[in-house]
């Protein structure tokens, strides 16, 4: 996620303390003083646009901290106060482009897509010349899963920023409309840009960003049951740029899936199965692709120990679900 202004900036919003003399050395405000005295402040004066966004930055950055020591609870908390206060100050007047992408951000991050989606909107009435609230609006449409609708606006940011702001068409870029053509089903269109992100790439400062959309392509093809021989270069070389990344070393195993070689499968899976975290929803695939694999090979009690556990994770997913009932049906 991306920062707000430097901790040291936020920090020096306070001096001295009510009662402390300056001469005496004492341990500096905590971010818990400074959010204390801003409170007050903003209870004074809540229509002080200035005071809710300084309050805004310091909970971002309580929120921020308690995320590194691995307190998430408490950091979404952080960040949901923060948003709160950014809207707040929104709604005296604009922000500049740089809050409201990032409140966006955070919005998405706390599970609040669609209001990040909304914010953007306004964000470009505002800004309508500033063509990374648009990229930011695109990604924010992808990420509340209105696909078709983000796929339009990455078309029209292709359109019109080529000419103002060619540099915002990057391989990020490139990356983020791919997939969210991929996601739209528009596959063809998915194809062109993410070998358009590879392309422009940069390969030796950066290697992660190119091997997302190599593995992103390769994996793109095995779903699609096409170009196996160069799903399997492109993963390979997704591999070879960042090695032991647990998404790219399951990629390779369902390549070896697709292509009936299911020992290999199994051993790529499990391997990448250890690599990631298995608790988080998005990575349910890892162990779908476990129990497929155990199946195959007909280790049919551990194929429905790993189908269980990714439907406990996601029980939405119809899939999944269909082979849990095939798995348990054939024993």
Not at 25 to 40: C, F, V
Not at 111 to 139: C, F, K, M, N, Q
Not at 171 to 199: M, N, P
Not at 272 to 292: G, K, T
Request: glycine share 4%; aromatic share 8%.
């Amino acid at each position: 996620m991306k920062n707000l202004l430097p901790l040291l900036l936020i920090l020096s919003l306070a001096t001295t303390a009510p009662g402390q003399n300056a001469s005496t050395p004492e341990p500096p405000p905590s971010i818990e003083d400074h959010i204390a005295t801003l409170q007050r402040q903003v209870a004074a004066a809540p229509n002080d646009r200035d005071l809710r966004k300084n309050l805004a930055r310091l909970y971002f950055a309580q929120a921020q901290r308690a995320d590194t020591e691995g307190r998430r609870k408490d950091g979404r908390e952080g960040y949901a106060h923060s948003v709160n206060h950014f809207l707040a100050a929104f709604a005296l007047s604009p922000g500049d482009p740089q809050e409201y992408t990032l409140v966006a951000d955070v919005l998405t991050y706390v599970g609040r897509a669609p209001e990040s989606v909304e914010l953007l909107r306004t964000a470009r009435t505002h800004h309508p010349e500033d063509y990374s609230v648009w990229i930011a609006l695109a990604e924010a449409l992808s990420s509340a899963r209105q696909y078709d609708q983000a796929v339009a606006e990455f078309k029209a940011i292709e359109v019109n920023a080529k000419p103002a702001r060619p540099d915002l068409l990057n391989d990020q870029f490139y990356y983020t409309y791919g997939a969210a053509a991929e996601r739209a089903k528009h596959y063809d269109l998915a194809e062109v840009c993410l070998q358009e992100s590879i392309a422009m790439a940069p390969v030796d400062a950066e290697p992660q960003r190119a091997a997302r959309a190599f593995n992103y392509l390769g994996y793109l093809w095995l779903e699609r049951g096409i170009k196996l021989d160069e799903a399997e270069k492109a993963i390979l070389r997704a591999n070879e740029l960042l090695p032991d990344e647990g998404a790219f070393v399951d990629s390779l195993g369902w390549y070896y899936f697709q292509t009936k070689d299911f020992a290999r499968a199994l051993q790529h899976v499990t391997h990448a199965a250890e690599l990631m975290d298995l608790s988080d929803p998005e990575n349910a695939v890892v162990l779908d692709h476990l129990a497929q694999c155990h199946y195959a090979l007909g280790h049919r009690e551990d194929a429905l120990r790993e189908i269980r556990r990714a439907v406990a994770l996601t029980p939405e997913d119809k899939a999944i679900q269909g082979r849990l009932r095939q798995y348990e049906s054939a024993r």
